[in-house]
């Protein structure tokens, strides 16, 4: 997954750019950039690739999640359904916001499971946020009909997916709204930053706004600008979204490099009756940003795990246990831990979350992820693949 793993001369070219002249902001200094608006080229190119009306760019994935729900007037009183694997970013951003995060159960695609979303549903429920989570995605086609039956709004999380797709759709633009982050880790990288994608001019018009102190960025003249509404300092920076530029162009690429070697790794695998892969709903393509596999039980996946690493496979993870990413360690959360006072309505909403979630346990027990990188050679993959096979038959027989 991680881009930094392919930072060259274009990453160079593009920063060079912004240090020539010395603007490392996206607004204002005109008589200086020399032409050079590096986050407007970021945000065109990330639409273009998307196949969206529009992209906002922002400091963070957290940032572009929590810019999509004020640009749709998610606040106070308002519940986001959201699932029981993710990454810490989904509630912070939900609760950032003022509204309340509903956790819900997944099913075997790792993301939210439609029935159980149908249930969680009440009077209050506003968003519908499934999160792609390593590499592949929730069962959209289901999600959307059932935001469509009760006027709710879609929110992809497609930090972890990028380059992957739906229905023919790029992840990330078959709902209202689609995130990305450009974290160091993350697929595209620019160190720090997101970016959100949509085709509603009201939802772009009001993150732009949003991401830049509410500011209307009608005419030339900063200081003469009004404030249509209240907003926060979420914006880019001219030296990031230079990275960010040179990364989205070597996107397709970078998924070709991921898609080869998991295939190596999946076919390697596939040998073992007992090692089972992850559902990815029907028109999907996942970004092959992760290999996720079942093994027949939670202590077989614990075993499969301990025994990969000492078979030297290293960046497979056992997220069941893992404090990022599974409810279980998001101790914070369920209490709940807050330094500012929360409202009435979250500390009452947040007390559904005090419950098991036994199909996630059930998923997330016998799941292990493997990190694909695209640095490897085609002998470092096939090395690790028969080392994989090695490890998982030594605790299955
Ligand atoms: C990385 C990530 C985020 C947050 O992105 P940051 O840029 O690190 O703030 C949100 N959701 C998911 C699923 C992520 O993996």
Excluded at 65 to 91: C, K, N, Q, R, Y
Aim: with cysteine; glycine share 8%; hydrophobic share 35%.
């Amino acid at each position: 997954m991680p881009g930094f793993e392919l930072f060259g001369a274009e990453e160079k070219k593009e920063v060079q750019d912004v240090l020539d002249n010395g603007v490392l902001m996206r607004y204002g200094f005109d008589g200086n950039r020399n032409g050079h608006h590096k986050a407007l080229e970021l945000e065109r190119d990330l639409a273009s690739r998307m196949q969206t009306k529009y992209a906002q760019v922002v400091s963070s994935g957290t940032a572009a999640l929590t810019v999509a729900l004020a640009s749709a007037g998610v606040g106070s009183g308002d519940e986001v359904i959201m699932p029981t694997f993710t990454f810490v970013a989904s509630f912070e951003a939900i609760l950032s916001v003022g509204a309340t995060p509903i956790l819900c159960d997944i099913d075997d695609t790792l993301t939210l499971d439609p029935k159980a979303v149908k249930e969680a549903i009440t009077n209050k429920t506003k968003v519908v946020m499934p999160v792609h989570m390593c590499g592949s995605m929730a069962d959209l086609g289901a999600l959307k009909s059932i935001c469509d039956e009760h006027n709710l709004i879609l929110l992809e999380d497609a930090c972890q997916a990028i380059g992957g797709s739906y229905d023919n759709k790029p992840l990330g633009s078959y709902g209202d709204l689609g995130c990305f982050s450009f974290d160091y880790v993350k697929t595209v990288t620019c160190g720090e930053g997101g970016g959100l994608i949509t085709n509603s001019e009201i939802f772009a018009d009001n993150a732009h706004k949003y991401q830049d102190h509410g500011h209307d960025h009608i005419g030339k003249d900063r200081g003469a600008e009004t404030h249509p509404f209240l907003g926060y300092n979420y914006r880019l920076s001219e030296l990031n979204a230079a990275v960010g530029i040179a990364q989205l162009r070597k996107l397709d690429h970078t998924i070709n490099l991921q898609e080869k070697n998991y295939t190596i790794l999946r076919n390697a695998l596939s040998s073992i009756p007992e090692v089972t892969f992850r559902r990815v709903p029907e028109t999907g393509v996942e970004s092959y940003a992760f290999l996720n596999l079942f093994l027949p039980t939670e202590e077989l996946a614990r075993k499969g795990h301990k025994a990969l690493s000492e078979y030297g496979v290293d960046t497979c993870f056992y997220w069941f246990d893992n404090n990022w990413h599974y409810y279980k360690k998001w101790e914070h959360l369920l209490e709940p831990k807050s330094l500012n006072k929360l409202s009435t309505e979250q500390q009452m909403g947040l007390r559904k979350n005090n419950r098991s979630f036994p199909s996630s346990d059930a998923w997330m027990g016998r799941t292990i992820s493997c990190l694909i990188k695209v640095g490897w050679s085609e002998r470092d993959v096939k090395e690790r693949a028969s080392k994989m096979v090695e490890a998982l038959q030594s605790i299955l027989y």
